[in-house]
């Protein structure tokens, strides 16, 4: 069988039922997941707060799930062309999004360099951020 890659990337700190909905529906795009993990630096950085899990607790985490089929603990990317030598070492079919993906031009741009396609696979589910989570679990 001939591998169909389909490369997701993400921060996927405090793992909840969007994150969930999005690696399932990934995962349809081809037959072997590759879930490419931010740092801590990464949470830090972006999202202004200390990460919930570390980067090796959210790896395994991922791995455990009976439908991703490799995990890549990333280092801190800074740049356009960081993200492009991942994308070129992996060689995906498919790099899935959610809808609204703020990188979405970048990602269609890496993946056109592969012969990849950019799909989004599943909506913003509003209610289930990590950051509207903690919220919630600080009020």
Do not use: W
Request: charged share 25%.
């Amino acid at each position: 069988m001939i591998k169909k890659i389909v490369l997701v990337g993400g921060c996927f700190d405090l793992f909840h039922y969007g994150h969930l909905q999005f690696l399932k529906a990934a995962k349809k795009q081809g037959n072997y997941l590759v879930v490419a993990v931010d740092p801590d630096d990464f949470i830090l950085l972006r999202k202004k707060r200390e990460p919930i899990h570390t980067q090796k607790q959210r790896v395994e985490i991922l791995k455990n799930l009976r439908f991703v089929d490799q995990v890549i603990a990333l280092p801190l990317l800074k740049t356009y062309n960081d993200y492009l030598a991942l994308v070129k070492k992996i060689k995906p079919a498919v790099i899935a999004v959610t809808a609204g993906d703020p990188q979405l031009k970048n990602k269609q741009k890496q993946a056109q360099t592969v012969g990849a396609k950019v799909k989004v696979v599943t909506p913003l589910i509003k209610n289930f951020s990590s950051t509207s989570i903690i919220a919630k679990l600080d009020n």
